[in-house]
């Protein structure tokens, strides 16, 4: 199960997501926050997942939000709503599931991807 920006591969009773935009060391942008969240859910009520292990395609893990997201005064919702709608609900997932989850750390890791 995939989209561009985020990846899942179910493998042995662990969850692989990868952050997948590595033409921008996997920087965030909407549409991967809210794939991230999905992800997360699918992994949560999915009883073959027993471990979730988050990784960065490419050279970098994660280099935090996509500044061009919030330079562009078109897509820039604001900079609490983004931490309210985009960061606030991931942390929260992951802190709520019941099952481990290991950040599989490679290159930059900057930010929010921190």
């Known amino acids: 199960m995939s989209n561009n920006s ?3 591969r179910i493998e ?3 969850a692989w997501i990868t952050l997948n935009r590595p033409e921008v060391f996997n920087s ?3 549409e991967m926050a809210l794939s991230l969240q999905a992800r997360l859910d699918d992994c949560e009520t999915n009883t073959e997942v027993r471990a979730i292990v988050i990784k960065g395609s490419g050279k970098a893990f994660c280099a ?3 500044l061009k997201e919030v330079t562009t005064p078109e897509l820039n919702p604001g900079f609490k709503k983004i931490l309210e709608e985009h960061y606030n609900p991931i942390i929260s997932r992951i802190r709520s599931i019941e099952k481990p989850i290991i950040a599989a750390v490679n ?3 900057a930010g929010a991807g921190a």
């Open 6 to 8: 985020i990846e899942l």
């Open 12 to 14: 042995n009773n662990t």
């Open 28 to 30: 965030f942008n909407r």
């Open 64 to 66: 935090g939000q996509d």
């Open 107 to 109: 290159g930059v890791a």
